[in-house]
């Protein structure tokens, strides 16, 4: 584990975006800043600027209107950079699967590195799935 | 009397055999008026009862063309309802009446195509910039082109 | 200002934090959370009424070998992608057999969402 | 001073949802506003027009999560008038049990984002860590945090036991005595009152101009309310009190949501224990009768409106929704539009935007962000999605 | 100046209490920073990144470091390349003023109390331009935000130093800190002008109530809304370097700097420790007023400097007068 990796792990810096999500997961990412969960812990700070973050947790089905946003924003991250869909419309676009104005997922634009999945997603499970990535990450040479 | 008779009673009073279609449920009331007395109806009900809350506008594309139907009323709900042909459909703009309208007449605008005459900013608002124009997804035709059921395997 | 004391005090309060990962047992687990469904297929009758039900598409009919399962009658068994549950329950709901559970397994990710399947 | 465009959104901080709000700037001063929602329109009006009336109900309460319980309650309600069956009274206090509890969660949520737009912290943590309480309370209930799913076809999904209720009433003992100190803070703090008073401002007017609904209206002045004036659930039965302040402007709308706690508090405690005894939910075929229904509900940002119209098919003709936040953006406008003595600095925006308590979901969205280009290199969708298939993005 | 001479004050500008010391300062700071504001609203804040967290603030440093470092095509290239340096540079020169180990900084001169004011001022520029940069447009909100913001604060905080160097009769931090050996003198008037300070200091680091300039609410990240990567590193470093900074002028003004009682050959460790203390006790009023209040609009930030702070300073002036 060389300190690059190990600084990555430690300093997971969160860039949100809901691309059409129902505002449940948004609302779940949020709580998992609040006392209850704190992700700070982690080091995971919310950061507004895309150019400042790491990981993007990006919420609902993608929108035809926001993805070309999705992408830009992509673009927009430094390397390197992690994609988490969170929730079953961001992984598949779940419920709204089959309405004319959605993609199937946000892999269907923008690579993915992991799923959570959940109706919403409960916090504890955000917490889980971002510290099992972010445990790759240190692995990773 | 029931509250909701009373009022179709004095709107028949109002508009004589205008109201050519009426239907009465707990606290709702339909009636259907041709298109031209569509914005007096309106008029009246809202400067000579005081109902000053729109709920919403709805469009449906029924068989003999486009329905709208205006919610109003805080309590009691009286939809005015009334149908437009499917080719160019075009109804009268309630915004300067209710100014709470503008927002609802351009989803059905978008949605369904309807243009509301005199209407101050009937821009895109619902659609994605790159939706094609004349497209109207609400449309029963749309849903056969774009809309199949969607079943396909497990990727 | 006015929150002044409040501030002094939650300095001397127990922290308001779940320590999730260590502290697993401590997480809120209601009796009859709706987590990742589990799937009995001793109990299934084959009906597809949970398929017929299910808002997001996440159920699908396939071909079952009936001799392994007597029970079932059709010759037909619902897989389940969790990729696409909503966890509404309505599957649950409806099975006539109970034969779906949704359990309070909650910890759900994935690297690849091929792998959230339930067969 | 000429003027210069800042779209707020749609990927802000302060916006829950992407809405672009166009400002027109003179220095920090707003001359303008117009909106753009196409970001958040999934065309679920449609979608629901492919489902059944039981596929439907996980679709309606993903219009938008926070409100799920009013979304999903009217729903039920709506359908429930297209078959000639009686549902039975317990599943009516129950779902009014439900419904105020995710009003309690959606309006501490609210304190506690109102609080976060004006850079107060602290009041954010406090109010979300309180929360959790009521987060408990409906995850017991309904077996989730957010989504409820509780309120079904016929009934509700499940009982509330005794000894859930007595929690319950113990929650309710803890969220009325935590809402008292926020009240108290929210009135006596000098940089909150700063931020809130006389920003937003709405007049009475303008209010009932614009068809605004819920605590915007109410705190306006206008005493409606759907509960009282047109009662659903068990509302006839439970008394409460329409909550109206006349300020007009943010402070106004802190006040009178901080007020609607105490009334729903009340409600769940009168509910329970009144809750009539018997079945709480009947069963009911897939297909209802031809007609037509309309059902509005007081969500927790105002007026929810349903229209189904059925022709005893599987599956609705047509289902129009409109949301309480659809309603609101006519408001919205007219607070953020400078005009004579009132003026709106930028600095106002996320505050009188988060005034109304926005939840555009299914208003389909407003707008977008004007970000800088990054670098020049851009990997084509193809190469994406080959990417994203092969799930292994981790070097 | 002998060898010897020359590799001591080299040591000490570079290792202690020079670069090395302020740089690990300074990430201690941040560190107690966050988990403070975290205790105090009831969360536990960096928990696993070192010994409870210590590490966080070097994590942070280092992962930006490695990160890419993105430059938009239409910034100004100069500018853009050129603030984030002299941001540093300037925080940094600044510590070597600061009497840490003993009642003398690094670099010490008769003006010193002058130029440690100016110093600020001057950060403010290099922050502004590097907003400006950028030509983005929250950006250059930000910058002008942060430009009247400093008009507001700038007057008080220069008169709250004026009535200590009065008191002191002398232009020298270091006189300034002996003046203070009188333990009661903190209780004097000079505790309004800690007050003053205490709130220009917080406006200065654009902390709440004072953070319009990066409010991430209305104008996303403000001012450093482009910088990403080494350059973001950069600004966070001085932006840390300057919190001890401000930290430690308000213990050297109005806190004894460094004083305290001593043991024979002890002392420059003793009075690091002292420093460390108080300063650290700045620190925590700042996180206070951070975690108590809302973030103000700017027309209020404006009024506020001028309509409480600068009266307070002003009293505080009369007050060291009539007392002189
Ligand atoms: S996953 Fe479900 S709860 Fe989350 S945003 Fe999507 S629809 Fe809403
Ligand atoms: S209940 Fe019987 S008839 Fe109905 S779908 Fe199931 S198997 Fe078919
Ligand atoms: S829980 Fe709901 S979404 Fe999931 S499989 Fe069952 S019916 Fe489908
Ligand atoms: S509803 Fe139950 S019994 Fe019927 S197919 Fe589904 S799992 Fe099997
Ligand atoms: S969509 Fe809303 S919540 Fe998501 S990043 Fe944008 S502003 Fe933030
Ligand atoms: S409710 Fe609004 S957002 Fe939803 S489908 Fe209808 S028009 Fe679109
Ligand atoms: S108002 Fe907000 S919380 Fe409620 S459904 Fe709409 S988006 Fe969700
Ligand atoms: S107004 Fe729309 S987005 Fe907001 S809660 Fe209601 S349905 Fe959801």
Redesign the pocket.
Known sequence: MGLVSWARSKSPWIAHFCTGS??ACDIEILACLTPRYDIERFGAVLKGSIRHADILLVTGPVTRQVRDRLLRIYEQMPEPKYVVAVGTCATSSGVYRGAYNVYPGVDSVIPVTAYISGCPVKPENIINGLSFLLKKIGESK | MSMEEEVLRELKEAFGDKIFEHKIQKMRVYVKVPIDSYSDVIKYLVLSKGMYHLETITGIEVKDGIEIMAHLGTGLCISVRTTIGKETPKAPSICDLIPGAEFYEREIHELLGVVFEAHPNLKRFVLPDDWPEGVYPLRRSFESKHNAPLREGFE | MSMIGELIRSLFKKRATVLYPEERGKVHLPEGFRGKLEYYEDKCIGCSLCFQVCPSFAIEMVPEDKSRFPKNQTGRRPIFNIARCTYCGQCEDICPTKAIHLTNQFEVIALDKRDLMVK | MSTFDVPIGPMHPALP?PLLLKLELEGETVVGVDFDVSYMHRGIEKLLETKTYFQGLPLVER??????AA?GLCYTLNVEKLYDKEIPPRAQYLRLVVEELSRIH?HLLWLGIAAFEIGFNTMFMYTWRDREAVMDMLEAITGNRVTTEYSQIGGVRRDIPPNLADKLLKTMDIVEERTKYYVKVALTERTIAKRTQGVGYLSPEEAKATCAVGPVLRASGVKNDIRADDPYAAHSDVPFNVITYDTCDVFARIVVRAQELFECVNMIRTALKNLPEGPYRVKLPMKPNAGEALTRVE???GELFHYTLSEGALKPYRYKVR???LANLGALRAMLTSKGRYVVNIGDVPISYGSI??????TARVHFVDLKKGKSWVWTIDELRERSKRGRLLP | MSFEQYVVETLKTVVFPGFVFIFFLSLFYEWFDRKFYARLQNRVGPLYTGFYGLLQPLADFIKLLSKEDIVPKKVDQLLFTMTPLFTLALSIFATLLLPISSNQGVVSFNGDVIVSILILTFICITVFYAGLSTYNRYAVIGAERLFLQMIGYEIPLTLSVVGVALNAQSLLLSDIVLSQERWWYILGPQALGFIVFVFAAQAELERIPFDLPEAEQEIIAGWNIDYSGRRLAMFRLARNIELVFLCGLAATFFLGGPLGPTIEGYTPILYTLYFVIKSLFVLAVLTVVRALFARLRIDQVESFCWKYLLPLALFQFVLVRLIL
């Open positions: 129902c505002n | 949802e219009i938008c999560g926070i409100c799920n979304h959606s969500a927790p940002r949301t309480p936040t308590d926005p939840c555009i979901c299914c």
